[in-house]
């Protein structure tokens, strides 16, 4: 597991290092769990997201997920994904936005899932202690599935984001994400990412979060499901 762990944070670090040439802001959560006795597991987590104004309307931010497990030395677990997203205000809460996504999982149906496509997206709160936005749009998705087989369609995308200060030093934050296909309405994928994150120090904190990812399409468990306490630290 460790040589697996070692290239992971290899890419993270060559992602980090690269965004300190432009004025960005970074928050990463790293997690790792090891369990020893009747079973030996261990599970390593970590999140990278980085976003940058480029200019008074437009920003930049991308994002990168890794998740892989052991359970008594054999994987059970070896997932990553990444999301690179460019949003253009049109006025006070109204924006464009063009997104990207790819997702590779070893232990489902697909070798690897890519969406990509424009949308809009709305404000529809943002003060100091809370934030709302809504975002809708069209993605082209290709599915390439582990057999071989590629399936290309376009999909109806939405998502929601909810973020909550609820003092100085707690923070709570809710995203939901949905995508069907415009052909078939059975073959729909969704996300849901509940955490909590208590600050220690002007950059680190301690979290709590629970993922969900549903698909509904699979000859594998539909959803897959995870609760990781993470360090977290925003430079």
Do not use: W
Request: glycine letters at 4%.
């Amino acid at each position: 597991m460790s040589k697996i762990i070692v290239s992971r944070i290899c890419i993270l670090a060559i992602f980090a290092s690269t965004s300190y040439a432009l004025d960005v802001d970074k928050h990463l959560e790293l997690s790792y769990v090891k369990t020893s006795g009747n079973s030996n597991t261990s599970t390593f987590s970590t999140k990278l997201e980085a976003t940058t104004a480029l200019s008074d309307r437009s920003s930049f931010k991308a994002k990168g997920n890794i998740l892989y497990s052991e359970n008594n030395k054999e994987s059970s677990a070896n997932k990553y994904d990444i999301e690179l997203d460019y949003n253009y205000m049109l006025d006070e809460k109204i924006y464009a936005y063009y997104g990207v996504n790819y997702l590779k999982d070893q232990f489902s149906d697909y070798d690897y899932r890519l969406n990509t496509g424009p949308g809009l997206g709305y404000k529809l709160l943002d003060t100091k202690e809370q934030t709302v936005d809504l975002q809708g749009g069209l993605d082209y998705a290709l599915d390439q599935y582990s057999s071989g087989i590629k399936d290309e369609y376009v999909a109806s995308r939405a998502e929601i984001n909810y973020r909550y200060k609820i003092n100085e030093n707690l923070k709570f934050k809710q995203m939901f994400n949905y995508l069907v296909s415009l052909e078939d309405n059975d073959k729909y994928f969704m996300a849901s990412d509940t955490s909590l994150g208590v600050k220690m120090t002007d950059n680190l904190s301690l979290g709590v979060s629970d993922r969900i990812d549903y698909v509904n399409q699979t000859t594998k468990e539909k959803a897959d499901k995870k609760l990781l306490t993470s360090l977290i630290v925003d430079f």
